[in-house]
């Protein structure tokens, strides 16, 4: 095994217009997340446990609402979201395939 | 990004340039594959490429049994072809087509040897012999980096490929495309959710359109055979590895594709007709995509991976791509390119392009992949339908 940094950040943002965060290693519900962000580095307490490569809420989200990564949508927000919170299956939804 | 440069490369008579110096074994009938693999064993360094068909193969599927066998000979890393095959019609026809890439070509008949695949392996072993000898008097000249044809390729895909690997291949392309080369992004159900954005990039509406019936005739397919495509994509892999909706898988297998224009969407093999960035409407799975774009023409490929993945060409040199640290540390022998430092946000993207732009150039010129030095690859047929 080759020796490893821990990682710079705890999660980063891949875009500016996104609202999502990923997360690069676990984090414990109520850590203050130290993030890489292209309009600027931020700290946001997660209230969620969040696995590696997950994603979380940059900011409070109502039903319905756009959720952004790579800067573009990803799926809607099927409950309200807070900041901080998991982001999965359980509260967004991609656009219906038979719709496209 | 960056400008000019140039790499090491073998100078074909059609003008290509190759980035190995290959003896292809070919054999056009499945009748004669274990000849050609007899013979490979004489001769290590060949390569061999001996599909298990031959007879009555029928339409659409002889058509694409023709452009693959013969996409595989004119590849610019091939420099000479040892062709093998039971019947003279069919032997003649091909070595008619190589000699017209004007490929250095010997021909061997099973009906010529008195049906003793015993004399076909002595005579294909000496003739081989001659071929790669002659071979050897070419010399690595300088070319231009328009000269190279990239294929792409996804495999075991987690988050970091679509973060970080995918993105970092993207600018690759860019870069190739806007120095004059070309590249190939295929796997075409891995568009679905994001087809809309390649469409926007295409070149003319047509090509926009062919995009889209591309994936939509892809999706029938899967719901025919009553495959639940929409119902379970992403699947339970990909939504544990933190993939939510089909939008964001598909977002980040598109990563590899850049920005540039889409020129077209190619069938599977089917060589360009210009430089720049192609799509290839053609099957996801790793070894028949690698297979239809190195028939198509590509001297090498980008792989990226997030679990792992071993499978490489044959004739195309595969550049092996994570970001995801355990695979970067417990795969050392399979990564070429280890991008988990960006993933992990100690390396900037803009110094892991330069280093694998580099990676890239040392690989055309002869530096050595994993997948190479371990002797993994393979080129196969893809079969459309039954045969006589």
């Not at chain 2, 790669?132 to 300088?142: E, G």
Request: contains cysteine.
């Amino acid at each position: 095994m080759t020796h490893q940094k821990p990682p710079a950040f705890d999660a980063i943002v891949l875009h500016d217009t996104d609202n999502v965060a990923t997360a690069l290693h676990y984090l414990e519900r109520g850590m203050d997340v130290k993030i890489k962000a292209p309009a600027g580095d931020l700290v946001i307490t997660v209230c969620d446990c969040i696995p590696a490569c997950h994603k979380f809420s940059l900011q409070a989200l109502g039903i319905g609402f756009h959720v952004r990564k790579h800067g573009m949508f990803i799926g809607f927000a099927t409950t309200a979201i807070d900041q901080g919170a998991h982001i999965h299956i359980h509260n967004i939804i991609g656009r219906d395939p038979q719709d496209r | 990004m960056i400008r000019e440069s140039s790499f090491l490369g073998f100078h074909r008579p059609d003008g290509r340039v190759g980035i190995r110096n290959y003896l292809l074994i070919l054999s056009s009938t499945g009748l004669t594959a274990p000849t050609a693999r007899r013979i490979g064993m004489v001769l290590p360094s060949a390569r061999v490429v001996a599909p298990p068909y031959g007879s009555g193969i029928i339409g659409p599927d002889e058509v694409m049994r023709e452009r693959l066998l013969l996409g595989f000979a004119r590849n610019p890393n091939v420099g000479a072809v040892l062709l093998i095959g039971a019947k003279s019609t069919e032997v003649g026809k091909f070595s008619e087509a190589i000699r017209l890439y004007k490929k250095p070509c010997e021909s061997l008949i099973l009906d010529d040897c008195g049906n003793d695949a015993i004399t076909l392996t002595e005579r294909g072993i000496r003739a081989a012999a001659h071929l790669m000898r002659n071979m050897s008097y070419q010399r690595r000249k300088s070319a231009p980096v328009s000269e190279l044809f990239l294929a792409t390729q996804c495999g075991r895909s987690d988050p970091s490929s679509g973060i970080v690997a995918n993105t970092l291949i993207g600018s690759v392309l860019d870069n190739i495309v806007d120095l004059g080369g070309c590249a190939v992004v295929g796997e075409s159900l891995e568009w679905f959710g994001a087809e809309d954005l390649l469409a926007e990039r295409a070149i003319t509406t047509d090509v926009a359109n062919q995009i889209r019936r591309a994936v939509s005739r892809r999706v029938q397919l899967a719901t025919e055979c009553g495959m639940d495509l929409l119902g379970n994509n992403p699947g339970p892999t990909n939504i544990a590895a933190g993939l939510s909706t089909l939008e964001e898988k598909a977002l980040g297998a598109i990563g590899k594709t850049g920005s540039r224009t889409i020129q077209g969407v190619l069938d599977h093999g089917l060589a360009p007709e210009n430089a720049g960035l192609w799509l290839m409407d053609q099957p996801w799975y790793s070894p028949e995509a690698l297979s239809g774009m190195v028939a198509a023409g590509a001297q090498m490929s980008l792989f990226s991976t997030g679990a792992g993945n071993s499978f490489v060409s044959l004739l195309a040199p595969t550049i092996k791509i994570s970001a995801n640290p355990m695979t970067c540390a417990t795969l050392s022998e399979q990564i070429d390119i280890r991008l988990d430092d960006v993933f992990l946000g100690h390396k900037a993207p803009g110094v892991a392009f330069e280093d694998l732009w580099q990676h890239l150039i040392e690989t055309a010129s002869g530096l050595l992949t994993f997948g190479e030095i371990l002797n993994e690859g393979e080129e196969v047929q893809s079969r459309l339908g039954e045969s006589l």
